[in-house]
């Protein structure tokens, strides 16, 4: 740690925009060059960070700029999901409690006797060494919560979507919740060979449910956005869900998919998710010939 506080002075410091609060003792920052948005929220006698960055000199830089505008400790920070712009800082914590969803550490952890590992593998293209790669002291299955002083944060996996451990953190007395990659608002959310298609539209139900009229959402990357917005974001999913399972039941085949479909984001954006989808719903038996009679 030490070490990374000598580095870290002119190295990912000016990665990090100024926080900017966008409720009483709600903040996001912006972690460049991924512009991965950076929450955290102060109460009387500690602070948590939403998401760390994406190696840990960055996580450090996000750590130090929290004394810009508190002076009580981070006590607690959040990964929403695995991915290296959110996680890979997470070793600047690693004396803090950390918590991420129980599917985290099959993703991040090394492997035994340095081994092969995804870990490893995420490590090495992102220029690390898998030796600096942490899992969260806490994983969780379902929900748990923060205590901060005068304010209660609750951590909550309200199902799949943008991967399978996306995480939800919601700080009740403000009306805010940090929904990582689940919503973006700098673009069309990205589909990855970890999505669950199927399954995204229905957390997003989760989301909404969480939400009043006044109520504000942060997206993994761009602006905070409002349920109507999400509504929104619900139905293009559960568009591209629904156009998957169409075209498996018409029997268009995983290769053709993608150009014979009709899409709400750009094919870049939904190609791996194609892929998932039609993935998903052969396991399932979708589109398997069917027995017609007579049967014999």
């Known amino acids: 740690m030490a070490l990374l506080r000598r580095e870290c002075q002119s190295s990912v410091m000016s990665g990090l925009t100024d926080w900017r ?3 009483e003792g709600v903040y996001v920052a912006v972690a460049q060059p991924e512009a991965v948005t950076i929450g955290l929220v102060v109460g009387a006698d500690a602070a948590l960070v939403v ?11 996000i750590r130090q700029a929290v004394a810009s505008v508190t002076r009580v400790p981070v006590s607690t920070a959040v990964l929403t999901h695995w991915h290296f712009d959110h996680a890979l800082g997470l070793a600047a914590f690693d004396d803090v409690l950390t918590i991420g969803h129980e599917t ?5 952890a090394t492997a035994p006797a340095g081994g092969p590992s995804e870990a490893a593998d995420l490590a090495q293209r992102h220029g690390l060494n898998p030796s600096e790669l942490t899992v969260p002291h806490r994983q969780i299955a ?11 944060v609750e951590i909550a996996h309200l199902g799949r979507g943008h991967t399978d451990g996306d995480l939800v953190v919601v700080v009740p007395d403000s009306d805010v919740l940090f929904a990582g990659d689940l ?6 959310p990205w589909y990855g060979d970890d999505s669950f298609p199927h399954e995204w539209a229905a957390t997003l139900d989760g989301i909404i449910g969480l939400m009043t009229a006044h109520s504000r959402a942060v997206p993994g990357h761009g602006t905070e956005v409002d349920r ?25 085949g995983p290769a053709d998919a993608l150009g014979a479909g009709s899409w709400p984001y750009p094919e870049d954006h939904v190609a791996l998710g194609v892929a998932q989808g039609y993935a998903q719903l052969v396991d399932q038996g979708v589109g398997a010939p ?3 009679l007579p049967l014999a």
Do not use: N
């Open 183 to 188: 919503i973006e608002s700098a673009g069309p």
């Open 142 to 152: 379902v929900a748990t919560a923060v205590d901060l002083g005068d304010r209660r």
């Open 21 to 23: 609060e966008i409720s």
């Open 104 to 108: 985290l550490g099959s993703h991040l």
């Open 228 to 252: 109507e917005f999400v509504f929104q974001a619900r139905g293009e999913v559960a568009a591209i869900a629904g156009e998957i399972r169409r075209l498996v039941e018409a029997g268009v």
């Open 51 to 61: 998401d760390t960055g994406s190696d840990p000199l960055q996580g450090l830089a």
């Open 290 to 292: 069917r027995r017609t």
